[in-house]
């Protein structure tokens, strides 16, 4: 899921970082450029490992800021294909489910992967708000928002950045226009995790360390002593 990556960068440091430690001046900038950022085809950035190799410090014509050759090391979240993963529910609608991992939010579970027989049902408990439910035996089993939820990799994507911005509108009266294609379009994300939880010891922990069962009997009980 982590991996080491060597690197090597051509890296401008400005004049204002250059009273400081080289190696503290280039490791502070290679965080802003990299840190939080995902590398097609390499992953989530997560932190600087080390520095190997500092060349260079020219200063250009008309430039005032050094320019180094460094050979680094970077921490990166990559995950395999059919890599197990334990997450948390963040989001659940009519399309899946959506997985946050705390420090990367976008893995996605489609309708197609999901448990086979599983149902997008209202919860009279929660005042109709719809949730998944896995049918296996004819016994229901939940799924909730927050759910500690083991998930299979299915696939990877890196999409392409679109070069084509949205237009800018010319309405004098823009409260009046309707944003028809922001409607429920996410966010571009630079790496796109697809998750299955169709297979046995998949979806909430809960399901496979007993745990559900014991909730399930003591509401059973609660409802018995009212």
């Known amino acids: 899921m982590f991996y080491l990556s060597r690197i090597e960068h051509t890296l401008r440091v400005p004049p204002s970082l250059l009273n400081l430690p080289i190696l503290d ?14 590398v097609a085809n390499l992953g989530l950035c997560i932190s600087v490992y ?5 060349d260079g410090g020219f200063i250009f ?4 800021a050094a320019t180094y050759k460094v050979v680094f090391t970077l921490i990166v ?17 009519e399309n899946g489910l ?9 893995i996605y579970v489609p309708v197609e992967l999901m448990p086979s027989g599983s149902e997008f049902t209202p919860d009279e408990n929660n005042g109709g708000r719809c949730r998944w439910v896995w049918i296996y035996n004819e016994v229901p089993f939940d799924i909730y928002e927050s ?15 679109l070069v084509e911005q949205p237009k800018e509108s010319n309405s ?11 409607i429920n379009v996410k966010p571009f994300a630079p790496m796109v995790i697809t ?16 745990s559900g069962e014991a909730e399930a009997e003591d509401e059973d009980e609660v409802e018995e002593d009212s």
């Open 25 to 38: 001046a280039i490791k502070g900038e290679l965080e802003k450029l990299f840190i939080d950022k995902v």
């Open 50 to 54: 080390d520095i190997r190799s500092v």
């Open 61 to 64: 014509p008309s430039d005032g």
């Open 77 to 93: 979240f990559r995950p395999f294909t059919g890599e197990v993963i334990i997450g948390k529910v963040q989001e659940s609608n």
């Open 98 to 106: 959506r997985i946050s991992l705390g420090f990367f939010e976008d």
């Open 147 to 161: 759910d500690e939820i083991k998930f299979k990799v299915h696939s990877i994507e890196y999409p392409a950045i």
């Open 172 to 182: 004098k009266f823009p409260m009046e226009e309707k944003p028809k294609e922001s």
């Open 195 to 210: 998750a299955s939880l169709d297979q046995d010891g998949l979806g909430p922990v809960s399901w496979w360390d007993g």
